[in-house]
């Protein structure tokens, strides 16, 4: 089930790493920040863009929500989640870490997610029911089942410190190693074995929804800090499953 969805998705990957590889190596990115200080560039605005006209065009019922031009997140139907650039400020930075995500949801479940990571030559991609693979390899979240042993990714720390200062002090000194290795990068991490947790404390749905989908396809869990589901606006616990709720206990103290 979604094959059909997905060869799009992919599709749609592979016109946005055209678009957005193409401005990154080039000279004169335009740059600007939003109202809300985020920054914005115009490889965002043109493969989200690129992306609204080809689901129109092949999906005329489906919807589509983006970062940068919105859209309707409803419980009904089907709608395209799109992030044209996870990462802008990495992308604005000439860092490599950057990436197309794409997820689709029918009546209120995400059902499909694809992470394209077109700098590092990475894609993740998952279809409930069907597995998750990283260019075409199955991948499976790890077996490590002693925090001590576990390897833990992190956004960034500020938020954290404020609402959460005792767990993740707790988890840091806990954990064999901690790497900041943000936004979609550490939840493809996860997902793929090489790390067992990754933790950011507020993402909208764009952020989450095509990880979320490949993380939980490849056998880890994907919840709130409080243990609740993800949800637009709050924050995002990726896991390998066997440690997700050592993990919670701790970070709530």
Same mark, same amino acid.
């Given at each position: 089930m979604y094959q059909h969805e997905l060869a799009f998705a992919n599709g749609l990957a592979d016109r946005s790493a055209d678009i957005g590889y193409g401005l990154f190596h080039g000279d004169g990115l335009e740059i600007r920040r939003k109202a809300d200080r985020t920054v914005v560039t115009q490889a965002d605005i043109s493969i989200e863009a690129m992306v609204r006209e080809q689901v129109a065009a092949a999906f005329p019922d489906d919807h589509v929500l983006g970062e940068e031009e919105g859209g309707d997140d409803r419980s009904t139907g089907r709608v395209w989640i799109v992030d044209p650039i996870d990462a802008t400020a990495n992308y604005a930075r000439g860092i490599p870490i950057w990436a197309t995500l794409i997820a689709l949801q029918v009546d209120g479940d995400l059902v499909l997610g694809l992470v394209?990571?077109?700098?590092?030559?990475?894609? #993740?991609? %998952?279809?409930?029911?069907?597995?998750?693979?990283?260019? +075409? @390899? =199955?991948?499976?979240v790890s077996e490590i089942d002693r925090l001590a042993d576990a390897q833990l990714f992190w956004g960034g720390m500020g938020t954290?410190?404020?609402?959460?200062?005792?767990?993740?002090?707790?988890l840091m000194q806990s954990a064999s190693r901690t790497r900041g290795f943000g936004d979609f990068w550490g939840h493809a991490l996860v997902a793929r074995g090489a790390?067992?947790?990754?933790?950011?404390?507020?993402?909208?749905?764009?952020? #989450?929804? %095509?990880?979320?989908?490949?993380?939980?396809?490849?056998? +880890? @869990? =994907?919840?709130?800090?409080d243990g609740s589901p993800t949800r637009h606006g709050g924050s995002a616990v990726s896991s390998n499953g066997v440690l997700h709720d050592e993990i919670l206990e701790r970070l709530s103290g």
């Amino acid at each position: 089930m979604y094959q059909h969805e997905l060869a799009f998705a992919n599709g749609l990957a592979d016109r946005s790493a055209d678009i957005g590889y193409g401005l990154f190596h080039g000279d004169g990115l335009e740059i600007r920040r939003k109202a809300d200080r985020t920054v914005v560039t115009q490889a965002d605005i043109s493969i989200e863009a690129m992306v609204r006209e080809q689901v129109a065009a092949a999906f005329p019922d489906d919807h589509v929500l983006g970062e940068e031009e919105g859209g309707d997140d409803r419980s009904t139907g089907r709608v395209w989640i799109v992030d044209p650039i996870d990462a802008t400020a990495n992308y604005a930075r000439g860092i490599p870490i950057w990436a197309t995500l794409i997820a689709l949801q029918v009546d209120g479940d995400l059902v499909l997610g694809l992470v394209s990571a077109p700098a590092i030559g990475e894609r #993740y991609e %998952a279809v409930r029911g069907g597995g998750a693979r990283m260019n +075409g @390899r =199955v991948i499976r979240v790890s077996e490590i089942d002693r925090l001590a042993d576990a390897q833990l990714f992190w956004g960034g720390m500020g938020t954290w410190l404020d609402r959460f200062r005792d767990g993740v002090l707790d988890l840091m000194q806990s954990a064999s190693r901690t790497r900041g290795f943000g936004d979609f990068w550490g939840h493809a991490l996860v997902a793929r074995g090489a790390g067992e947790a990754m933790m950011e404390p507020e993402l909208n749905i764009w952020d #989450y929804a %095509a990880f979320q989908v490949v993380v939980e396809e490849a056998g +880890g @869990r =994907v919840t709130q800090v409080d243990g609740s589901p993800t949800r637009h606006g709050g924050s995002a616990v990726s896991s390998n499953g066997v440690l997700h709720d050592e993990i919670l206990e701790r970070l709530s103290g």
